[in-house]
């Protein structure tokens, strides 16, 4: 059976002010149906655009190459009133800024009903009943009131529910959450991921979710996808992943956590482990592994070639990036 | 939403009352005796100085006189006319309407060009018809207002005799001769306000264009005329309400121009007459119904303002 | 190795150096911002060389040659009604045009900054009172305010500078307020306030450089509205005085004769349009510069 989401080989080149970026260097992944899969990296590794390039949402001047098959049918080569019916129907995205992702000046009804009208062809007092159902599957309490809201008079918690109402109004098979908690605080973080660890129970619609917040991945994901300057380092079930994580990256990414095992087994007071340096915005193809000056265990090999990905450790899903991952030993719980 | 209402109605009136006191004190400070200022009459002998005095109450404090003349205002005496011997109220009567008629078809004239070419030219950003625009926007905000209606003049009425180059007929006694006499002042200021319109339009669409709830709209699938028209527009036109409303300040000063520059008398040359024929009391009328007129349009505006943007209220409260 | 891993900061400094002196040759880069530039320098090159460039002297008349057309001997643009050389009055009507655009712009800002940062600094009741009293300015259209304070003050080039200077404060007044409100919000400015640094240290060297730009853009916004402010009260009669040869008073001598010699009509008049262009498309240049999110 083939999956929901099958992209392959993905490109996209950006253009900024002093050239062009290559914001994604040739990222395959999938989502099956009903399948939570994470997409996990620090901040500019390309997973935000990777996300935007599926909807086509960047701006015009960028470059998309690659290919990307919802259900078969290729994303990349539709026209714009075939992509209209894709976007909001079969895929939804909701955005990180619940703050400034609504239109100010409609209230929250208004805006949920274009979706019900345009991709479930409701009208008049169905869509009302409509919009008040899903409201109160995201967890609104007073939803008749909330209708007539408008999204300044909402709190940041209540934004994000509307947004993901909204995304789940034209009941599309894949949900695109785009680090739906990182502008909320913990408490309002904690009950958003219930809501959508429950919808995800209830409507089995499956889930990209884009985050750098890897207590988010333990919460919610199936199977976690590391991204590193545009390209995919690691994938491997979410269980493995955290057990047994083969790219320095990923492991670095997991002993950074507070808490971890890594940071208690130091001498003295715990710290908090870091990666040192930053991420690279690319500008030119590489000949070598992006993550090479950062890495603990690069060698020459690192620095002159690109490691391709290739399959490790037990079962067959478990794929990595590197000429040196790091062995079960190094990374034990 | 009663309370922003309220307080900008406090501010309004605040301000009138402060204007009112300025203009009052504007004839006053006229250099010279305000006898010769009020009768305009420049030879009087002391005797006719102290009679005028006891008849206007001039000897009184000023204060008194003050309070004396806004009582006066506010019942509708405006007083005469020292220079032409008729009731300001009657003269600003008759010239009202031409003013108001002049104003009305320039904003709709300015507003009929100006919004649609600045959403047109913001959505063709970058392209031809963008820099076309801009050019034009420019011509018109550069362009003396007075000149264009004389090359107006020199074109349609001089050379080509299609239009009338002066003078009014009324709207009720005939249509079309009003109208044409009309169109020229009519489009000489509705350009001006075209080409600033034009600009905060297309500066406010753009802005509006490159939000994250525009981007939503998109990812929802919705068609790209709504993007546009429905959730774009509607957040630039907050702004663009505001200019209107500046705008309106800045026609009221064109109108005086182009009622000279097209012998129509309305308001506008009403005031320039008066101010060159040193006619206090009608000067000083006008410019309190001038900035009555202001003040109250600006605060309609708000209104406006407060209904397109409901956050204003909250913020507003901020200020 | 590929310089395009890893970033370099060196560079990195040294080329934000580079944008930071080379706003000048952005500018350079902007056809319209250019021909503005070449348009004032035109506009500025005529007012101040004037009596070297003119052919005649701008008052001299000349009751033989009364209106006379355009290319005739010894008058590229003909005659006026009073026989004096055209293009003469039109070189020396740019003094009175420029004196005035730039003298009314300067008092305003001059005036109108102090005010409003002062006003945005400390807010409170003074803020109040200013905010009032510029509404009240404002309430007045900005012509008729010009005209009714020419027309008490009498007609002269001082008092159309000075009216128009007063019409134009409200708008640094605001600019000033709404920046000294933003910036002092500001870390840097916050930290210089707790750590004791006086009040007058603050607002002239924190605040005011800092609000160089949109001040600069306000200027460039209301040199434009004064010209066109100055024609106007010249036309009227009540700027500069005849003989003083100003392109406003050129036109209203000219109305009267549309039928007879029209480009005695256009030619002032497309001086006046031709100089606020210019300006006007410097100013767009400039604004690019600052807020190149707007283009």
């Not at chain 1, 992702?101 to 008049?124: D, K, M, T, Y």
């Not at chain 2, 000489?188 to 709209?217: F, H, I, K, P, W």
């Not at chain 2, 957040?235 to 200019?243: D, G, H």
């Not at chain 3, 009073?82 to 293009?87: N, Q, S």
Request: glycine content about 10%.
């Amino acid at each position: 059976m083939q999956d929901l989401l099958e992209v392959e080989n993905l490109q996209v080149r950006l253009f900024d002010r002093t050239g062009p970026v290559l914001a994604v260097r040739g990222v395959s992944l999938s989502v099956g149906r009903g399948e939570v899969v994470a997409l996990v990296g620090e901040s500019g590794c390309g997973k935000s655009v990777t996300a935007l390039s599926l909807l086509r949402l960047l701006p015009a001047s960028a470059q998309i190459s690659g290919s990307i098959r919802l259900d078969g049918q290729d994303l990349l080569a539709l026209n714009s009133q075939q992509l209209r019916t894709i976007r909001g129907g079969e895929i939804a995205m909701v955005f990180q800024e619940p703050m400034t992702s609504l239109n100010p000046a409609f209230s929250v009804g208004n805006q949920i009903a274009e979706v019900l009208r345009l991709h479930r062809g409701l009208r008049g007092g169905g869509v009302r009943a409509r919009a008040l159902e899903l409201l109160r599957m995201v967890g609104i309490g007073a939803a008749d009131k909330r209708l007539r809201s408008f999204p300044h008079e909402l709190s940041g918690g209540m934004r994000q529910r509307v947004m993901i109402a909204m995304a789940l109004a034209g009941e599309p098979n894949l949900l695109i959450l785009d680090e739906p908690t990182t502008a909320l605080d913990v408490t309002t973080q904690a009950q958003i991921l219930d809501i959508v660890r429950d919808l995800r129970t209830r409507t089995g619609t499956a889930i990209l979710l884009i985050t750098h917040d890897l207590g988010v991945v333990a919460d919610l994901a199936d199977r976690v996808v590391v991204m590193y300057a545009g390209a995919k380092v690691e994938e491997a079930d979410v269980y493995e992943l955290f057990e047994t994580p083969r790219h320095p990256y990923a492991a670095g990414l997991l002993r950074a956590l507070p808490g971890s095992a890594a940071a208690r087994q130091e001498a003295g007071p715990p710290r908090l482990a870091e990666i040192p340096g930053i991420v690279p915005t690319l500008r030119a193809p590489l000949a070598s592994c992006a993550f090479a000056p950062r890495c603990q265990s690069a060698t020459d090999q690192c620095r002159t070639q690109p490691p391709l990905l290739a399959p490790c450790g037990p079962g067959g899903d478990h794929e990595v990036a590197c000429f040196h991952p790091e062995s079960a030993a190094t990374v034990s719980a | 939403m009663r309370a922003y209402v309220v307080r900008r109605l406090g501010q309004s009136i605040f301000t009138l009352v402060v204007a009112s006191v300025l203009v009052f004190l504007g004839v006053r400070a006229v250099p010279g005796n305000p006898a010769t200022a009020l009768t305009g009459n420049a030879d009087l002998s002391p005797a006719a100085i102290a009679a005028i005095n006891r008849q206007y109450g001039l000897n009184q404090p000023v204060p008194v006189q003050y309070a004396d003349w806004l009582r006066q205002v506010l019942t509708g005496h405006l007083g005469a006319s020292p220079v032409t011997g008729l009731s300001i109220t009657a003269e600003l009567a008759n010239a009202f309407p031409i003013t108001i008629e002049l104003t009305i078809l320039s904003m709709l004239i300015g507003i009929l060009i100006g919004v649609p070419s600045g959403i047109f030219a913001a959505v063709r950003r970058g392209k031809v018809a963008d820099y076309v625009g801009n050019a034009v926007a420019l011509f018109g905000l550069s362009i003396p207002s007075f000149w264009f209606g004389i090359v107006l003049i020199l074109i349609f009425a001089v050379k080509l005799h299609v239009l009338p180059a002066s003078s009014y007929v009324s709207f009720l006694s005939s249509p079309g001769s009003n109208l044409s006499h009309m169109v020229m002042p009519a489009f000489v200021l509705g350009t001006g306000v075209a080409a600033v319109l034009m600009r905060q339009m297309r500066s406010g669409m753009l802005e509006a264009l490159r939000t994250d709830y525009v981007r939503t709209a998109r990812a929802k699938g919705l068609p790209e005329p709504s993007v546009v028209l429905k959730h774009a527009l509607r957040n630039s036109l907050v702004t663009v309400a505001t200019v209107i409303g500046l705008q309106i300040g800045v026609l009221l000063s064109g109108v005086a121009v182009t009622e000279t520059v097209f012998g129509l008398s309305g308001i506008g040359s009403l005031t320039i007459n008066a101010v060159f024929q040193r006619d206090y009391p009608t000067i000083q009328a006008v410019a309190l119904i001038t900035a009555a007129a202001v003040i109250a349009i600006n605060f309609a505006m708000d209104f406006v303002y407060a209904f397109l943007s409901p956050r204003v209220q909250v913020e507003g409260a901020a200020q | 190795m590929s310089l395009a891993i890893v970033p370099d900061p060196e560079a990195m400094l040294k080329a934000a150096e580079r944008s930071g002196r080379d706003w000048w040759r952005r500018l350079f880069h902007r056809p319209p911002a250019v021909i503005g530039l070449a348009g004032v320098a035109v506009v500025t090159i005529a007012a101040i060389f004037a009596p070297l460039l003119s052919p005649y002297s701008p008052v001299a008349s000349s009751f033989q040659h009364i209106l006379a057309p355009s290319f005739s001997p010894g008058h590229l643009l003909g005659t006026d009604e009073l026989g004096r050389d055209v293009l003469s009055r039109l070189i020396y009507g740019a003094q009175p045009t420029l004196e005035v655009g730039l003298l009314a712009t300067g008092l305003a800002l001059v005036v109108g900054v102090p005010i409003g940062l002062v006003s945005g600094y400390y807010r409170g009741a003074g803020d109040m009172i200013v905010m009032r009293v510029a509404d009240v300015v404002l309430a007045f259209p900005f012509l008729l305010l010009a005209i009714g304070f020419a027309a008490i003050f009498g007609p002269s080039l001082r008092n159309v500078v000075v009216a128009l200077g007063i019409g134009s404060l409200p708008g640094f007044v605001r600019i000033a307020r709404a920046e000294a409100m933003a910036l002092r919000e500001q870390d840097y400015v916050q930290a210089a306030i707790v750590t004791g640094v006086r009040d007058r240290v603050i607002l002239f060297r924190h605040l005011l450089p800092n609000m160089a730009g949109p001040i600069l853009v306000q200027a460039t916004l209301t040199i434009p509205g004064a010209i066109l402010g100055s024609a106007l009260l010249a036309y009227l009669g009540l700027g500069e005085q005849p003989p003083t040869a100003s392109w406003g008073t050129m036109l209203t001598a000219a109305q009267d004769h549309l039928f007879n010699d029209p480009w005695l009509a256009i030619l002032p008049g497309l001086a006046i349009f031709i100089t606020t262009l210019c300006f006007n498309l410097l100013g767009d240049g400039l604004r690019d510069l600052f807020d190149p999110a707007l283009s």
